[in-house]
């Protein structure tokens, strides 16, 4: 059993960043997730691991700061809420264009705009349908909890470097603050100068003997070329479509209807599957764990094998259900159930929307 401690989840994905065997992180502090820069700073890293810690001038600074690490071969992460990774956004665009690996968290904030410091989940499009210019796909990761929170740095590191392609861990500001035990994994080294140089051969790690130059880009002036580079691009996507999904099934294999949910809904959700089965519905959640590249076959599978209808609940007004929607391909009901501006729905509440929207008609 590794180490045990209890944490706020913003706490805990930062100690993973620290035993992920990370080289950098770059930031800025923003509301509901502050606590990742001041743990590191605070662990000060840089004293065990040699791992460099920097508050950046912006979110704009510490993206491309993601980009030049990352370009190196390096081991780089930068987390925010939700207006900052609006900012992030143009850079994310370069980074995915040029291939590079790294990871983007996002702990999720109310909005439109500056909104509010609440929870919410109003950044799933911005997520994984590309929030930036291009055709481009982040690989996305939704933690449930603390627990996940740490776990998931190190898978979100493999998948980015696996297909060089950045990947983000979407939490949001419940799962970001709230305390709950965690089991940690042993730390890794970080790499040396020497196993990234062996590792990459991709990487700008310093000019070849023979002169040649590696040059990351994401800029190309060619429109055949730059048409050749955006089909590699769909053909790398399909191939994480194909296999990295993931998912997790609750009390699914009797299941007439199904809540589909993910984060802090999911945990809501689960309690009131309770509450549905005690009233004798059967129901089940549907956990999609990867966002992007989304459980779509899963779903499918399930109208197959004769659900009756799907209830996307979500801390938003409505985006992951055309996700659903696209699964389900009219053959059944699929309806949304959400709450806004940082409110989190109820167990009550999910019942309540499952019996009136999918049941109740």
């Not at 944490?7 to 930062?14: D, P, S, T, V």
């Not at 040029?98 to 499009?125: T, W």
């Not at 100068?193 to 062996?198: G, I, L, P, R, S």
């Not at 659900?307 to 938003?316: A, H, P, R, W, Y």
């Given at each position: 059993?590794?180490?045990?401690?209890?944490?706020?989840?913003?706490?805990?994905?930062?100690?993973?960043?620290?035993?992920?065997?990370?080289?950098?992180?770059?930031?800025?502090?923003?509301?509901?997730?502050?606590?990742?820069?001041?743990?590191?700073?605070?662990?000060?890293?840089?004293?065990?691991?040699?791992?460099?810690?920097?508050?950046?001038e912006s979110e704009v600074?510490?993206?491309?700061?993601?980009?030049?690490?990352?370009?190196?071969?390096?081991?780089?992460?930068?987390?925010?809420?939700?207006?900052?990774?609006?900012?992030?956004?143009?850079?994310?665009?370069?980074?995915?264009?040029?291939?590079?690996?790294?990871?983007?968290?996002?702990?999720?904030?109310?909005?439109?705009?500056?909104?509010?410091?609440?929870?919410?989940?109003?950044?799933?499009?911005?997520?994984?349908?590309?929030?930036?210019?291009?055709?481009?796909?982040?690989?996305?990761?939704?933690?449930?909890?603390?627990?996940?929170?740490?776990d998931f740095v190190p898978?979100?590191?493999?998948?980015?470097?696996?297909?060089?392609?950045?990947?983000?861990?979407?939490?949001?500001?419940?799962?970001?603050?709230?305390?709950?035990?965690?089991?940690?994994?042993?730390?890794?080294?970080?790499?040396?100068?020497?196993?990234?140089?062996?590792?990459?051969?991709?990487?700008?790690?310093?000019?070849?003997?023979?002169?040649?130059?590696?040059?990351?880009?994401?800029?190309?002036?060619?429109?055949?070329?730059?048409?050749?580079?955006?089909?590699?691009?769909?053909?790398?996507?399909?191939?994480?479509?194909?296999?990295?999904?993931?998912?997790?099934?609750?009390?699914?294999?009797?299941?007439?209807?199904?809540?589909?949910?993910?984060?802090?809904?999911?945990?809501?959700?689960?309690?009131?599957?309770?509450?549905?089965?005690?009233?004798?519905?059967?129901?089940?959640?549907?956990?999609?764990?990867?966002?992007?590249?989304?459980?779509?076959?899963?779903?499918?599978?399930?109208?197959?094998?004769?659900?009756?209808?799907?209830?996307?609940?979500?801390?938003?007004?409505?985006?992951?259900?055309?996700?659903?929607?696209?699964?389900?391909?009219?053959?059944?009901?699929?309806?949304?159930?959400?709450?806004?501006?940082?409110?989190?729905?109820?167990?009550?509440?999910?019942?309540?929307?499952?019996?009136?929207?999918?049941?109740?008609?």
């Amino acid at each position: 059993m590794g180490e045990i401690k209890l944490m706020k989840g913003n706490e805990a994905l930062a100690e993973a960043i620290i035993r992920a065997g990370t080289d950098g992180y770059f930031g800025y502090p923003i509301t509901p997730q502050s606590e990742v820069l001041e743990y590191l700073m605070a662990s000060k890293p840089w004293e065990t691991t040699g791992m460099v810690v920097l508050q950046a001038e912006s979110e704009v600074a510490s993206i491309n700061m993601l980009y030049g690490g990352g370009g190196s071969g390096k081991k780089v992460v930068t987390s925010s809420s939700s207006p900052g990774i609006s900012l992030m956004q143009e850079g994310l665009s370069y980074i995915a264009g040029a291939e590079i690996p790294i990871l983007i968290v996002n702990v999720v904030r109310g909005g439109p705009g500056l909104g509010d410091i609440q929870p919410a989940q109003s950044d799933y499009f911005q997520s994984t349908k590309g929030g930036g210019h291009g055709d481009y796909r982040l690989i996305v990761l939704a933690p449930s909890s603390v627990q996940e929170m740490a776990d998931f740095v190190p898978v979100a590191y493999d998948l980015a470097f696996k297909y060089r392609n950045p990947a983000m861990i979407l939490s949001d500001g419940a799962i970001g603050q709230m305390m709950e035990k965690v089991e940690f994994f042993e730390p890794v080294p970080r790499l040396s100068d020497k196993e990234v140089k062996a590792r990459y051969s991709w990487a700008t790690n310093g000019k070849l003997k023979n002169g040649e130059r590696r040059i990351l880009t994401s800029l190309d002036l060619d429109p055949q070329k730059l048409e050749d580079h955006n089909h590699h691009l769909q053909e790398k996507y399909r191939e994480i479509e194909e296999k990295e999904v993931r998912y997790e099934e609750l009390q699914c294999d009797d299941a007439e209807y199904v809540l589909v949910a993910y984060g802090t809904s999911a945990r809501v959700s689960l309690k009131a599957v309770k509450l549905l089965r005690d009233k004798g519905i059967k129901v089940g959640l549907l956990r999609p764990i990867t966002l992007w590249p989304f459980p779509t076959k899963t779903i499918q599978n399930m109208v197959e094998q004769g659900v009756k209808g799907f209830l996307s609940v979500e801390m938003s007004a409505g985006q992951m259900v055309e996700d659903v929607r696209l699964a389900v391909n009219g053959k059944v009901k699929v309806e949304h159930f959400g709450r806004l501006g940082g409110v989190i729905h109820s167990p009550e509440e999910v019942v309540e929307a499952l019996e009136q929207k999918i049941i109740g008609e």
